[in-house]
């Protein structure tokens, strides 16, 4: 299986901070790789994916970037309804796996 | 816009069966460069990918639970279902379904149901 390990596991910021979660994956898996936002008690919702591409109705403050091994989620401008917690999940091979998750919270 | 909800019963006892049906609606099952995967969540813990299947009824299962699940489709129903047997404490969680997009280069988890809880008894 592909390991994902994503850093920070938590991190504060405040409201219109600029903030960038890693995740490293343990094999090449050139740009499979999807990010989700997850809410408390809710759904998982795919901000970001093949590495780079911006999902549908998701705000131009998401982005993400990288290849290979090492990908990045950088948000732009944090919103209040952006402290949540924050997935990788790699679509290269099967079993598909996801990070641990970044909790982003309030300072 | 097309919309997942899980049903089925959210306690089940130690040893037996879970079994779970997601309901597509919005759009055909069968439609599109579309499969559909169960993934789920122990409280307060990460996400792991149960498995997928394709509306051939082609699946594939997670290495970790493969002797125990059994994803299928119902395409007529539109509705997908998974069964996963003998199942103990550590099969308590949130599962969720999902729609596997591949129409981007890539797969992703582009539509997910709200999840279910699913607490497993002694």
């Known amino acids: 299986d592909i390991q994902m390990t994503q850093s920070p596991s938590s991190l504060s910021a405040s409201v219109g901070d600029r903030i960038t979660i890693t995740c490293r994956s343990s094999?090449?898996?050139?740009?499979?790789l999807n990010w989700y936002q997850q809410r408390p008690g809710k759904a998982p919702k795919l901000l970001i994916y093949?590495?780079?591409s911006l999902q549908s109705g998701v705000p131009s403050r998401f982005s993400g970037s990288g290849s290979g091994t090492d990908f990045t989620l950088t948000i732009s401008g944090l919103q209040p309804e952006d402290f949540a917690t924050y997935y990788c999940?790699?679509?290269?091979?099967?079993?598909?796996?996801f990070g641990r998750g970044t909790k982003v919270e309030i300072k | 816009q097309v919309q997942l909800q899980e049903s089925g019963p959210g306690l089940v006892k130690a040893s037996q069966t879970l079994s779970l049906t997601c309901t597509v609606s919005?759009?055909?099952?069968?439609?599109?460069?579309?499969?559909w995967t169960w993934i789920r969540q122990p409280a307060g813990k990460g996400l792991e990918w149960i498995g997928r299947?394709?509306?051939?009824?082609?699946?594939n299962y997670n290495p970790s639970l493969k002797s125990r699940v059994t994803i299928s489709v119902d395409t007529s129903k539109n509705q997908f279902s998974l069964k996963l047997t003998s199942v103990t404490a550590a099969d308590t969680a949130v599962y969720y379904c999902?729609?596997?997009?591949?129409?981007?280069?890539?797969?992703?988890?582009?539509?997910w149901g709200q999840g279910t809880l699913v607490t497993v008894s002694s």
């Open positions: 999902a729609r596997v997009n591949c129409g981007g280069g890539d797969c992703s988890f582009d539509y």
């Open positions: 919005g759009g055909s099952i069968s439609s599109g460069t579309f499969y």
């Open positions: 299947i394709f509306t051939t009824g082609d699946t």
């Open positions: 094999q090449i898996i050139s740009s499979y």
């Open positions: 093949a590495a780079s």
């Open positions: 999940q790699q679509s290269y091979s099967v079993p598909r796996t």
